[in-house]
Antibody, heavy 122, light 112 residues
Framework: EVQLVESGGGLVQPGGSLRLSCAASGFTFGSYWMTWVRQAPGKGLEWVANINRDGSETYSVDSLKGRFTISRDNAKNSLYLQMNSLRAEDTAVYYC???????????????WGQGTLVTVSS | DIVMTQSPDSLPVSLGERATINCKSSQSVLYSNNKDYLAWYQQKPGQPPKLLIYWASTRESGVPDRFSGSGSGTDFTLTISSLQAEDVAVYYCQQYINHPQTFGQGTKLEIK
């Protein structure tokens, strides 16, 4: 069974940093593109970033470049999102999601984790 | 960026009736391979999104056949042929032809 379990969320002050993790199981992690999507409270979905199978290629939304970095460790079956210089508007549930097999950088997402809540507030 | 606009924002439908949600993209999502790079997701309260439809009309495995997707280019529709109580949720369309991948604002489907 495919499982994606996010962790690392919590309360952080504006300007602070946080590193989110997503532990994957039930599939060959290194064979799939992976993605982070976020959802502000009561709002819609926003794609954040994705990463290719070996971590050599990444894409992210322009507004977050320079602050957020996606990475992965295939040996640990884990996906990460390093978030720096956090702002109140970064408050959201952060989901990791998987693109289907044989996909590229532009694809839909067939499995999602339950999400981890990040709250940026003083 | 491609803007995805869904209508309506909220849709009350009686049990057993048809529900139709529309999604319009600001640019065509039809690629030269003749595939529309458009997906639909269902999100129930407190849960992550669930993939329903991809390539505009291909139903994900395990999704009931009362869910169907149609359309091409810039105009798409998600149809639920006979609404069940468990279909109450917010529905999102997503384009994945260009970076950044973008979602519609969501349509809240409720029981009338």
């Amino acid at each position: 069974e495919v499982q994606l379990v996010e962790s690392g969320g919590g309360l952080v002050q504006p300007g602070g940093s946080l590193r989110l993790s997503c532990a994957a199981s039930g599939f060959t992690f290194g064979s799939y593109w992976m993605t982070w999507v976020r959802q502000a409270p009561g709002k819609g979905l926003e794609w954040v970033a994705n990463i290719n199978r070996d971590g050599s290629e990444t894409y992210s939304v322009d507004s977050l470049k320079g602050r957020f970095t996606i990475s992965r460790d295939n040996a640990k079956n884990s996906l990460y999102l390093q978030m720096n210089s956090l702002r109140a508007e970064d408050t959201a549930v952060y989901y990791c999601a998987r693109a289907p097999a044989y996909s590229g950088s532009l694809y839909y997402f067939d499995y999602w984790g339950q999400g981890t809540l990040v709250t940026v507030s003083s | 960026d491609i803007v995805m606009t869904q209508s309506p924002d909220s849709l009350p439908v009686s049990l057993g009736e048809r529900a139709t949600i529309n999604c319009k993209s600001s640019q065509s999502v039809l690629y030269s391979n003749n595939k529309d790079y458009l997906a639909w997701y269902q999100q129930k309260p407190g849960q992550p999104p669930k993939l329903l439809i991809y390539w505009a009309s291909t139903r994900e495995s395990g999704v009931p056949d009362r869910f169907s997707g149609s359309g091409s280019g810039t105009d798409f529709t998600l149809t639920i042929s006979s609404l069940q109580a468990e279909d109450v949720a917010v529905y999102y369309c997503q384009q994945y032809i260009n970076h950044p991948q973008t979602f519609g604002q969501g349509t809240k489907l409720e029981i009338k």
